[in-house]
C-alpha cells in the first residue's frame, strides 16, 4: 500500500523567513493534494497537483509536484502567524480516480512573532 | 452556508455504548468519506460513499457501520465503544473523482 512521508515533524520559524515541507510517496503519485489543518479544527484545501513538474502558488505558499522523484514540496514565503497549523499531503493511490485519499502523517509548524 | 457540516462537534461516552455522528453536505457533491484521525494526528480513510452505494470499506471493525439515506448525508453508526475508538472523526465530500475533497470540521469522539 501506498505510504506518504512528510518531513520534517514539526518545525518553527521565526516570522519572515521561508520554509518548505517535504512529501515522498512510495509509490508513483497519482495526483497529490495539500490540506492545512489548524489545531481542532477540520481540514483547509490549499492546492491539488496532478502532473510531474506541476506548481501552483496561491498567496504566499507555493506547492511543487516532482512525478519522477515520487515527492511534493510545499514552500511558504515571508512566514506569518497565521501560517501555523498542521499541513497534510494526501495522494490518490491509484491511477484512473480512486475515490481514497491516503494522507501523510503531517507537520506542525510554528510561527513565533 | 456551512459546505460539509458535522454533528455533534464533541461527544464523551462510557465504553459499550452505542453512538451515531451525522454528516450534511450542500454541495451537490456525489461522493462522501469517513476518516479518522488518531491521537498522533494520522489520518486514515474509513469508509467512501458514491451516490449512496459504498465504494470503499477499509479495515474497520464491523462495529462502525456507515449510512447514507441521500447523496447528501452519511451518517456513522459506531456500536460498543471501545476506549480505542477515541479520536476525530471527519466527514468529507468530493464531485467525484479525481476531485479534491472538502473536510467537515470534525467530531471529536471521547470514550472512558
Known amino acids: 500500500s501506498q505510504e506518504l512521508e512528510q518531513s520534517p515533524q514539526s518545525l518553527i520559524v521565526q516570522e519572515g523567513k521561508n520554509l518548505t515541507i517535504n512529501c515522498t510517496s512510495s509509490?508513483?503519485?497519482?495526483?497529490l493534494y495539500w490540506y492545512k489543518q489548524k489545531y481542532g479544527e477540520g481540514l483547509i484545501f490549499l492546492m491539488m497537483?496532478?502532473?510531474?513538474?506541476e506548481e501552483k502558488s496561491h498567496e504566499k505558499i507555493t506547492a511543487k509536484l516532482d512525478e519522477k522523484k515520487q515527492q511534493s514540496s510545499l514552500h511558504i514565503t515571508a512566514s506569518q502567524p497565521s501560517h501555523a497549523g498542521i499541513y497534510l499531503c494526501g495522494a490518490r493511490p491509484t491511477q484512473g480516480g480512486s475515490e481514497k485519499l491516503v494522507f501523510g502523517k503531517g507537520t506542525k509548524l510554528t510561527v513565533n512573532p | 452556508d456551512t459546505a460539509v457540516s458535522q454533528t455533534p462537534k464533541y461527544l464523551v461516552t462510557q465504553m459499550g455504548n452505542d453512538k451515531s455522528i451525522k454528516c450534511e453536505q450542500n454541495l451537490g457533491h456525489d461522493t462522501m468519506y469517513w476518516y479518522k484521525q488518531d491521537s498522533k494526528k494520522f489520518l486514515k480513510i474509513m469508509f467512501s460513499?458514491?451516490?449512496?452505494?459504498?465504494?470503499i470499506n477499509e479495515t474497520v471493525p464491523n462495529r462502525f457501520s456507515p449510512k447514507s439515506p441521500d447523496k447528501a448525508h452519511l451518517n456513522l453508526h459506531i456500536n460498543s465503544l471501545e476506549l480505542g475508538d477515541s479520536a476525530v472523526y471527519f466527514c468529507?465530500?468530493?464531485?467525484?473523482?479525481?476531485?479534491?475533497?472538502?473536510f467537515g470540521p470534525g467530531t471529536r469522539l471521547t470514550v472512558t
Open positions: 468529507a465530500s468530493s464531485a467525484g473523482t479525481n476531485q479534491k475533497q472538502y
Open positions: 509509490k508513483t503519485l497519482y495526483g
Open positions: 497537483l496532478q502532473k510531474g513538474g
Open positions: 460513499y458514491n451516490n449512496k452505494e459504498l465504494i
